[in-house]
């Protein structure tokens, strides 16, 4: 059970005072190299650059993970880039409800046509009950077809159309692992990554 719960680290908790200033000049494509931040139960949570990274973890407010190859120097010692940190405490982040879109539909159905489960990036929206037959655009009545399923389908339902889907469309729950999907996965940070993740970039 986690006792302590706080908000994830400021700018300003960042920053290091003169008197415990630990980065010193340093170049510029490590201080931006991406860090997968997990939350204390391993969920990420963030990403953030080299440099908060090496400020979170001296101030042992994180702990590290795993690191890049690359190595710079603080006024005190040579110091690893992170590649993926841990936070030392919980933090608590309410996810918003996931808005209905074409990218957030081939997510749900893992870039999987809905009818003959076919794995591909080129899928297309169907509506189970056609618009023409007064269909919702909602979660509930948008699936990933192939161009093949949704020609063949046309302006039927599945019932009409003699197609069975794969599984109901349902309403996703929210996704903590949302904050990776504008970012290539990188080897470290895939132990903390689900599968279907994983499957998803490598399809796109």
């Not at 170049?27 to 949570?45: D, S, T």
């Amino acid at each position: 059970m986690y006792q302590v719960v706080r908000a994830l680290p400021t700018d300003k908790d960042m920053v290091s005072s003169d008197r415990e200033q630990v980065l010193v000049s340093l170049p510029k494509h490590l201080l931006g190299a991406p860090v997968l931040v997990l939350n204390l139960n391993y969920v990420p949570i963030n990403i953030c650059t080299g440099r908060r990274a090496i400020v979170l973890v001296a101030k042992e407010k994180a702990e590290t993970l795993d690191n890049y190859q690359a190595t710079i120097h603080t006024v005190r010692k040579p110091v690893n880039i992170p590649s993926v940190i841990r936070l030392a405490y919980m933090v608590k982040r309410p996810y918003a409800p996931r808005k209905i879109s074409k990218k957030e539909i081939f997510l749900r159905d893992q870039y999987t046509c809905q009818y003959c489960t076919l794995k591909t990036s080129e899928l297309t929206l169907d509506h189970v009950i056609p618009r023409i037959q007064r269909g919702p655009h909602t979660w509930e009545n948008v699936v990933a077809a192939c161009s093949a399923c949704n020609l063949r389908k046309a302006g039927r339902t599945p019932l009409e159309a003699n197609m069975r889907l794969l599984k109901e469309p349902r309403i996703p729950q929210p996704n903590p692992y949302r904050i990776l999907e504008n970012y290539s996965m990188i080897d470290p940070w895939l132990p903390y990554v689900p599968w279907s993740m994983q499957e998803a970039e490598r399809i796109r």
